[in-house]
């Protein structure tokens, strides 16, 4: 079992930017390739970004490649994502997500495991 803790959402300005945290516990999450997904009330779950277990590799949807950066201290067990470049179209509750294989996937239904999501709201 893997838990997973997001911390760092609030409230930004659009241009400003803001870094979430995923904070890893139980079975080492060095082995599980993860990823960031977010989800607006009424909407459907969207990729945001998926890093390899060893974090050689990642994935970026086109709507944040270029704003948003992924990356992970495995020492630490942390996932991080780096969003620059705010706009208010970013505004959802972004959820972080592991998956019992090394490799990265934009699929959701591939995850095994999911935090409890962070809020982030983007104002114009």
């Known amino acids: 079992q893997v838990q997973l803790v997001e911390s760092g959402g609030g409230l930004v300005q659009a241009g400003g930017s803001l870094r979430l945290s995923c904070a890893a516990s139980?079975?080492?999450?060095?082995?599980?390739?993860m990823g960031w997904f977010r989800q607006a009330p009424g909407k459907e779950r969207e990729f945001v970004t998926s890093?390899?277990?060893?974090?050689?590799?990642?994935w970026y949807a086109d709507s944040v490649r270029g704003r948003f950066t992924i990356s992970r201290e495995n020492g630490k067990n942390t996932l991080y994502l780096q969003m620059n470049s705010l706009k208010v179209e970013d505004t959802d509750v972004y959820y972080c997500?592991?998956?019992?294989?090394?490799?990265?996937?934009?699929?959701?239904?591939?995850?095994?495991?999911w935090g409890q999501g962070t809020q982030v709201t983007v104002s114009s």
């Open positions: 997500a592991a998956r019992s294989w090394v490799y990265i996937s934009r699929d959701g239904s591939e995850y095994d495991y």
């Open positions: 139980g079975r080492t999450s060095s082995s599980y390739a």
């Open positions: 890093i390899s277990a060893s974090g050689a590799s990642t």
